[in-house]
């Protein structure tokens, strides 16, 4: 789950990084009011989605005074802002945050993820601050180091020195970012969370490290240990289909391609989706229904999947183990009845119950395609939508 720059600022700000003071909005007379409450000369004012590149988009502008700001403010609110992460469509702005400006000195980069290739926390550390960080691996990965910690309580002094070593500080100001580092990890603990970026971090020519911009993803699996958290998701910022998708415990992502799937278990979702490609056509969906999904779900999924547009064709590959075949033919069935299937439609299935499965989908009247195996499923749903 992501979470806006200013929820993320005060989640830091709470384990001790020290971040600039701001206010955030969902109008501008909100906004103006609160922002006289900052001491500042400039103000900084920053479109709310959750995508990078607002900079660079328009959606990060620096004002003299509260006029303005206010003027600014009414453009941005409501203005669809499109970065290289939005995709054509863009998003609305529908919040506002404003904050301090700060004397920027140098800019670093900084996050800290998970890398389950080595079940350790991977600090990221980079003197080439305010950029993409995957320019700067292609340009200059010698600027980039990655350290791998060990999880604990706490993060050692040593590794603390390893990831900052690249930002060359002096030692007046290393203590700060020794500091920056244990908030950080303390916070990535304690609410289970994916990633913490920091782009940029900075040194102000007052000598003093702060986090100028932060994006943190949390672990969804873990959010029933942190209601707190769980409040901040923004509906507005995800996709609708997706969102209903989530309300009957379906793992659903939208993607740009034309064959629907219904597949139970991520690892044959995404085998499924890789034999999809490897026949010349691209998957709708990654769409994963469970072990233990009840005709109803099944019902739900198949509906999510037919109300893109962009489906041409549906495979439905199941795999019976804790899944029965026939619960899941039974909510094809009642998902047909309720809508109209008009794309081709392709099932395999294996495993529990599939004769019973098989022979539900055959008496139901459905203008569907078997398919012995996957090979062959995948090969007659990219024959059938041409």
Known sequence: MNIHEHQAKKILKKYGAVVPEGIF?????????KAKSLKTKRYVLKAQIHAGGRGKAGGVKILNNLEEL???????????LITHQTGPEGREVKRLYVEESSNIDK???????????????????????GMDIEEVAKKNPQKIVTTKVEISDEISENDCEKIIKIFNLNDSVKNQAISLIKSIYKMFISTDANMVEVNPLILTKEKKIICLDAKVNFD?????????ITKLRDLNEEDPTEIEASKHDLAYIKLDGSIGCM?????????????????????ANFLDVG???SKEKVSAALKI??????????????????????????????AAKEININVPLVVRLAGTNFKEGKKILDNSGLKLISAENLDDAAKKIVEAIK
């Open 25 to 33: 909005g969902l109008t501008v007379d909100e906004l103006i009011e």
């Open 70 to 80: 206010k003027t600014a403010a009414n453009e941005l609110l409501g203005k669809i």
């Open 107 to 129: 800019e670093f980069y900084l996050s800290c993820l998970v890398d389950r290739a080595s079940s350790k926390i991977a600090f990221i550390s980079s003197d080439q601050g």
């Open 220 to 228: 969804s699996n873990a959010l029933f240990r942190h209601p707190e």
């Open 263 to 283: 597949v139970n278990g991520a690892g044959l979702a995404m085998a499924t989706m890789d034999i999809i490609k490897l026949y010349g056509k691209e998957p």
């Open 291 to 293: 072990g233990g999904a």
């Open 305 to 334: 999947i037919l109300s893109d547009k962009n489906v041409k064709g549906i495979l439905i590959n199941i795999f019976g183990g804790i899944m029965r075949c026939d619960v899941l033919a039974q909510g094809v069935v009642d």
